[in-house]
């Protein structure tokens, strides 16, 4: 079983919406952090979450589109996309922070998802 799963990734047309969710299966909760790599591009953050939700921060290009919240009981976070562009077009990544239980995120080497495709086009 993976640590770290993605799902909910697909294919839409601009303007349209797509929900992903990230589940983490580590010991203790833990901020998540979502990352998106479009194709000759280098991964780059989207939002971040804290443990239990009660932080959350956002790339410019997805404050006002993206939201992000977490049911902590489900170990489950959502990323929310709506308006999409043809630039989100991405595998988008979950990312656990290895510390348990923070109030901040950090990215962590270890705890990385299989990511999702995220498709946009016309």
């Known amino acids: 079983q993976l640590q770290v799963e993605e799902s909910g990734g697909g294919s839409v047309r601009p303007g349209e919406s797509l929900r992903l969710s990230c589940t983490e299966h580590?010991?203790?909760?833990?901020?998540m952090g979502w990352f998106r790599q479009a194709p000759g591009k280098e991964r780059e953050f989207v939002a971040s979450?804290?443990?239990?939700?009660?932080?959350?921060n956002y790339s410019d290009y997805a404050k006002g589109r993206f939201t992000l919240s977490r049911v902590v009981a489900q170990r489950t976070v959502y990323l929310q996309m709506n308006n999409l562009k043809p630039d989100d077009t991405a595998v988008y990544y979950c990312?656990?922070?290895?510390?348990?239980?923070?109030?901040?995120?950090?990215?962590?080497?270890?705890?990385w998802g299989q990511g999702t495709q995220v498709t946009v086009a016309s």
């Open positions: 580590i010991v203790s909760s833990r901020a």
């Open positions: 979450i804290t443990w239990n939700g009660a932080k959350t």
């Open positions: 990312n656990a922070d290895a510390r348990p239980l923070t109030d901040d995120y950090r990215t962590s080497a270890d705890y």
